[in-house]
């Protein structure tokens, strides 16, 4: 019966393990930003709602023969789906809708197969359960599985692997997981289903619940369960984007808050941990008031690992309660299809809220927020149960104090973002225009994405041609620009922000912009006038630049800088060699490649290093430093020709860059951040 457990175990550790993998795949078509992941989850979610679906219909409806017929037939044509291979027409042409493209890529890439390896736990735990063993501690198995496929990819598996190499070794473990549930289904289909007494995983496997965990029967309806599901996984994805939003926009930390909620399952349903509602209920709602207050606690910000620590933290403790609320209700075996179909139909329902319907709702990202007061919510409703008046009020009076701390958070936002000029929220994150000094002769506007900001004009009417911030004349990109033969010049830009590139702009001059948000370019025409004030041409192409660039015919950029922010984090697809060689086709002979590697959480300029080492450029990084000594920006400076590197200009900021002989260039098959974090 083993086998039964090493045929759990993969399934979920390959289930898990293709999130990552899949994802790294395809994030680089749609901009390579944090919100890709959030997409890719919500369709995860869902699909393991339709893996669930399908194995409580079958469960009910049909024979053991028959299922086990129908199953063996369904894993032996989802090899004609390996090796793991996105189809290259789903990149996007335009600056379309991203999320629907994402979800039908997904769909038809991993869909079917995922939706098979979602199944086969539920499956072989219903087959366990109708020969009368009441299989918990798979469930927990299971769970462990993706917890270690989750920490296995970032530490063990991208750091060494290239992806062609990752999607053959997950396809060949696919095809052997597919032959191991399949050897299973064949012997149930001949009725040689191995008994429970085989069975040698615990004897905690048949545990039922104890006498006063015994849930009344309103805690054994689908509603309930449902909820249970649904409120940390909207918490999940809340807290994972405020992280990677609000604090540090790093792509490595959707991880740890994934493991811990996956850690939760495993604590309760491997069935040795008795549930103390008390306990928990105090512990959650205490939780959700040191996560409203840390929101509203401003010299917490950027501050990476305090915010990890109480975030991270919070979502374990309310993850701890619903779900084990959510095994303290557990059903009877025969209801355990059921049971797992509701699980997995709130965690997508949580999870497509935050995902999907919020982005599209709310003018301003409360989404942490309102998870929760709805986490705080779900206190008071579990706190009524409690049975002894004192624990009643007392647990009611923390969540709604709770809730009453998520409101006053949601306040705040809301307080500190109401005199914007504009906010404006879509699938790429958060906009707002801000501005300062009103009535003055230094009145500025600056354009923020999360936290970060993105540029800022001058507004008087003598300054607003004024290059300022990351590109002043001062910078390594303004003093390359000034440094170009004189005549018109041509000069692309991959990142639109508010235009301010623009300010170098000369009559005669032609400045093409690459935006993939839509978002962006309104908002740099409505309340900046940088691009409306160039006295040069101004082109602005809609949609990822690479895949642009990759289908235009060569421009002869005398100068092409990348400047795509998204929060703070470039998107990684657009430093890789292959990038770079798209990068120089577009680049006239004598042309000037700038590269903007400010970063508060990574440390990039020895990857463009030996990028340009790799084809054989000449590069320096050029270091910008304000009236008080602090860097303003720093640009990395790549040409074919090293004098275009040394004009007095360029050469009086350039500083030395901090060589690493352990570094390799990143390319689209390899791309390795642990290596470059602060």
């Not at 493991?259 to 008390?278: C, E, H, Q």
């Not at 050029?622 to 000594?629: Q, S, T």
């Amino acid at each position: 019966m083993g086998v039964i457990a090493v045929a759990v175990f993969l399934g979920a550790f390959l289930l898990f393990l293709v999130q990552p993998l899949i994802g790294r795949l395809i994030v680089p078509w749609f901009g390579g930003g944090a919100p890709v992941w959030t997409a890719s989850l919500v369709f995860f979610q869902t699909a393991l709602l339709a893996g669930y679906g399908y194995a409580a219909f079958i469960s009910r409806r049909l024979s053991p023969r028959a299922q086990a017929g129908l199953h063996l037939v369904l894993l032996a044509a989802s090899l004609a789906t390996v090796p793991l291979s996105p189809d290259p027409a789903w990149k996007p042409v335009d600056g379309g809708l991203p999320a629907p493209r994402i979800l039908g890529l997904l769909a038809t890439a991993i869909g079917p197969t995922y939706v098979l390896l979602a199944a086969g736990g539920p499956l072989l735990q219903a087959w366990l359960a109708r020969r009368g063993h009441v299989p918990w501690r798979l469930f927990a198995l299971s769970n462990l599985a993706s917890l270690a496929a989750l920490l296995a990819y970032p530490f063990a598996i991208e750091p060494f692997l290239g992806l062609t190499a990752q999607r053959w070794i997950w396809s060949t473990a696919y095809a052997l997981y597919a032959g191991l549930v399949g050897f299973l289904a064949w012997q149930a289909w001949r009725g040689n289903m191995p008994a429970p007494a085989a069975v040698s995983l615990s004897a905690a496997a048949v545990q039922e619940p104890m006498a006063d965990e015994v849930p009344d029967a309103d805690d054994r309806r689908p509603w309930l369960w449902i909820v249970l599901a649904a409120v940390p996984s909207a918490l999940l994805i809340a807290v994972t984007e405020y992280l990677t939003r609000d604090v540090a926009p790093m792509p490595l930390l959707w991880i740890p808050p994934l493991v811990l909620y996956l850690a939760t399952f495993v604590i309760w349903f491997d069935g040795n941990l008795p549930y103390s509602r008390p306990m928990w209920v105090a512990a959650a709602a205490l939780a959700i008031i040191a996560m409203a207050m840390a929101m509203m606690t401003h010299t917490l910000t950027y501050k990476l690992v305090p915010n990890l620590l109480i975030f991270c933290t919070g979502l374990f403790l309310v993850t701890l309660f619903c779900h084990g609320e959510l095994m303290a209700a557990r059903p009877a075996p025969a209801r355990l299809g059921g049971y797992y179909l509701c699980i997995a139909a709130g965690g997508a329902l949580g999870g497509g809220m935050v995902g999907l319907l919020f982005p599209a709702v709310l003018p301003n990202a409360f989404d942490l927020e309102i998870a929760l007061a709805a986490a705080g919510a779900l206190v008071v409703l579990r706190a009524v149960v409690m049975g002894q008046t004192g624990l009643i009020v007392g647990g009611c009076l923390l969540g709604s104090t709770a809730m009453a701390f998520a409101g006053w958070a949601g306040w705040a936002r809301y307080d500190n973002t109401r005199h914007d000029i504009s906010i404006t929220r879509n699938f790429y994150g958060t906009l707002r225009v801000m501005e300062g000094k009103e009535d003055t002769a230094d009145h500025y506007r600056e354009l923020a994405h999360g936290t970060i900001i993105h540029g800022f004009q001058m507004m008087a009417p003598e300054k607003r041609r004024w290059a300022v911030g990351y590109y002043r004349n001062e910078s390594g990109v303004g003093r390359a620009i000034r440094s170009l033969p004189e005549g018109p010049r041509r000069v692309g830009i991959v990142g639109l922000g508010t235009g301010g590139l623009a300010a170098h702009a000369r009559a005669g001059d032609t400045y093409r912009f690459y935006d993939i948000d839509p978002g962006v370019v309104t908002v740099a025409r409505r309340y900046f006038t940088y691009l409306s004030d160039a006295p040069s041409k101004i082109d602005v192409v809609m949609g990822d630049a690479r895949l642009s660039l990759e289908r235009e015919p060569p421009q002869n950029y005398d100068l092409l800088a990348v400047d795509a922010f998204s929060g703070d984090a470039i998107p990684l697809h657009l430093l890789t060699l292959e990038a770079i060689d798209v990068y120089l086709r577009h680049l006239a002979p004598e042309g000037v490649l700038a590269i903007h590697v400010s970063n508060k959480f990574l440390n990039l300029p020895p990857v463009i290093e030996r990028a340009a080492q790799a084809r054989g450029l000449a590069i320096v990084m050029a270091r910008d430093l304000d009236e008080e000594g602090a860097i303003a920006s720093d640009w990395m400076l790549l040409s074919r020709d090293p004098a275009l590197l040394q004009t007095p200009l360029v050469s009086a900021i350039t500083v030395p860059i901090a060589t690493r002989s352990d570094r390799r260039p990143w390319t689209d098959d390899h791309v390795d951040l642990l290596r470059v974090l602060k």
